[in-house]
């Protein structure tokens, strides 16, 4: 199993750009986040999908959209970059319900806009 | 806010010894997770604590709950060099819904561990 995969690795925008960052995962987890980690800050959730079709809002969402058309994929899109995004993305899936719901961690994109 | 606020920011000891990490919280928890962080990684799940339960171990790990002072420990006897990473807690809400999806981190404790 490759686990959670994300790509880019790494990325440069300009500000007002759009980019859209993936996620996907090979364990069949129902449950699909995002977090953006800031030096000092930890991490603070972004969105999170519990399955298909299914999305949340979590800490920080403003200027992130996200989508799950299938278990696999949870794409995080950002419309119009903006500096203040500047950060090291993580996604993160695990089981769904009150059983073993340990997160699993992609390896992070790390995002520079200028 | 940030839930699972956690204590010391920094840690510094020598091989050997023992290191501790707090984690406290505001709001009613289901479990209670730690993870590590190795630098420019992916954080990787160390143990997780449900509600009503008080310790947990695995090997060199000892984990406490105390949910009436809303805290939890982390214990890490022994530590070794290869032990220098960040830790986090993060907590699960107690929550029905898909609101028991937001699982939040603390802003983490940053060891350091000197051969």
């Known amino acids: 199993n490759a686990g959670v995969t994300q790509t880019p690795k790494f990325q440069v925008l300009k500000t007002g750009q759009s980019m859209t960052l993936q996620c996907a995962q090979d364990?069949?987890?129902?449950?699909m986040s995002w977090y953006r980690q800031d030096p000092g800050m930890g991490l603070r959730l972004i969105h999170y999908?519990?399955?298909?079709?299914?999305?949340d809002q979590g800490e920080v969402p403003n200027g992130y959209n996200v989508s799950r058309s299938t278990t696999e994929d949870f794409p995080l899109r950002l419309l119009s970059a903006a500096p203040s995004q500047t950060s090291v993305y993580f996604c993160?899936?695990?089981?769904?319900?009150?059983?073993?719901?340990?997160?699993?961690f992609g390896p992070g994109t790390r995002l520079t806009v200028l | 806010s940030q839930q699972g606020e956690e204590d010391p920011q920094a840690l510094s000891i020598q091989e050997g010894e023992n290191a501790t990490m707090n984690c406290s919280y505001k709001?009613?928890?289901?479990?209670l997770q730690w993870y590590r962080q190795n630098s420019g990684r992916g954080l990787v799940h160390l143990i997780l604590?449900?509600?009503?339960?008080r310790e947990k171990h695995s090997g060199r790990l000892r984990v406490t709950l105390d949910t009436s002072k809303k805290s939890s420990s982390l214990l890490i006897t022994a530590s070794r060099a290869a032990d220098t990473a960040s830790y986090f807690c993060?907590?699960?809400?107690?929550?029905?819904?898909?609101?028991?999806?937001?699982?939040?981190f603390g802003q983490g404790t940053i060891l350091t561990v000197h051969p």
């Open positions: 993160a899936s695990s089981s769904w319900g009150d059983t073993h719901n340990e997160q699993f």
């Open positions: 364990m069949n987890h129902e449950y």
């Open positions: 999908s519990v399955g298909a079709g299914i999305t």
């Open positions: 709001t009613s928890i289901n479990n």
């Open positions: 604590i449900r509600s009503n339960e």
């Open positions: 993060a907590k699960r809400p107690n929550a029905g819904g898909t609101s028991y999806g937001k699982l939040t």
